[in-house]
């Protein structure tokens, strides 16, 4: 493997598949072939890089996120992103090929997508892979070189082949967001034994604003509600602690609770639905 350098650390290795790529958050940042840095106020910041001003879009807010590059190389890539400041999400990761000779912005990724899945520098190219949708199955690669930036639709399997199991399987969400278990396969695959794809992808949508995971006896309780519709749809579900059985039920103002699986009548289950029932 090519060692591959972060401009300040070397990085050991390429990032895992499986493991989010950690990046900074930099006003100011040393590339090896010179500074580069956030310029302006607020509400009218841009990027220089080796003195220069970019040609990229003004802003209320740019943040430098780091740069990587293979240790023989003779470019860095430099990443950066910016935001309007308002409540909705902004624009992607703007990406910056530095070298000696030239700085040229080469593309931006997506806006409103959601964390950097994978980083793979080449000899000629760089890749990332974004996800697209907040179980972090869907992801998006993009491919950056001379020959311009290309987009891949890329899906990992929604359930591993073995569901999530018991006890500790179970009581590892007490105190994490009730959302987290939908970002892992084998609890996706826990859920499929008692719901389709689509139910499962229903469920997720209302685990929106939410108070941390509980443990109610043999119970481990997750709630949430739809974002910008709490007091119309809702959702809960439970594991089971001594057997690993899961329940859920989908929440809409005005009608009975929809239930799945055999254990959703279990007294400390349907009190958590009717806790939650509006």
């Known amino acids: 493997m090519r060692r591959f350098l972060c401009s300040l650390s070397l990085a050991l290795a390429a990032t895992t598949a499986n493991a989010d790529v950690e990046l900074g958050a930099y006003q100011q940042y040393q590339t090896r072939f010179g500074p580069a840095q956030v310029t302006g106020e607020i509400y009218q910041q841009s990027l220089s890089v080796l003195g ?3 040609p990229v879009e003004t802003d209320y807010r740019w943040t430098i996120l780091g740069a990587y590059a293979l240790a023989e190389a003779d470019h860095d890539w430099l990443l950066a992103t910016h935001h309007h400041g308002g409540n ?3 624009p992607g990761i703007t990406v910056i090929r530095v070298s000696e000779a030239r700085v040229q912005p080469m593309g931006e990724t997506g806006g409103c997508e959601g964390a950097l899945r994978d980083l793979r520098v ?4 760089l890749e990332l892979d974004i996800y697209r ?4 199955q869907q992801f998006t690669t993009y491919r950056f070189s001379d020959e311009g930036q290309l987009e891949t639709p890329n899906e ?3 359930a591993s082949g073995q569901p999530a199991g018991a006890g500790p399987e179970a009581q590892r969400w007490i105190g994490e967001h009730p959302y987290e278990i939908f970002r892992h396969a084998d609890e996706r695959a826990r859920f499929l034994t008692i719901m389709t794809v689509e139910e499962i992808r229903d469920l997720s949508t209302r685990i929106g604003p939410a ?3 509980i443990q109610r006896g043999d119970w481990v309780l997750g709630a949430g509600c739809m974002a910008h519709s709490c007091n119309v749809s809702g959702g809960v579900w439970g594991i089971r602690i001594s057997d690993g059985a899961p329940a859920a039920a989908l929440l809409d103002a005005g009608s009975p609770p929809v239930t799945y699986g055999a254990e959703a009548g279990d007294p400390v289950f349907r009190g958590w639905i009717n806790e939650h029932s509006n």
């Open 122 to 125: 080449y000899p000629e190219a």
């Open 211 to 213: 108070n941390n995971v």
């Open 156 to 158: 990992l399997p929604f």
């Open 133 to 136: 949708d907040g179980m972090r």
């Open 88 to 90: 909705m999400c902004g």
């Open 52 to 54: 220069a001003a970019l």
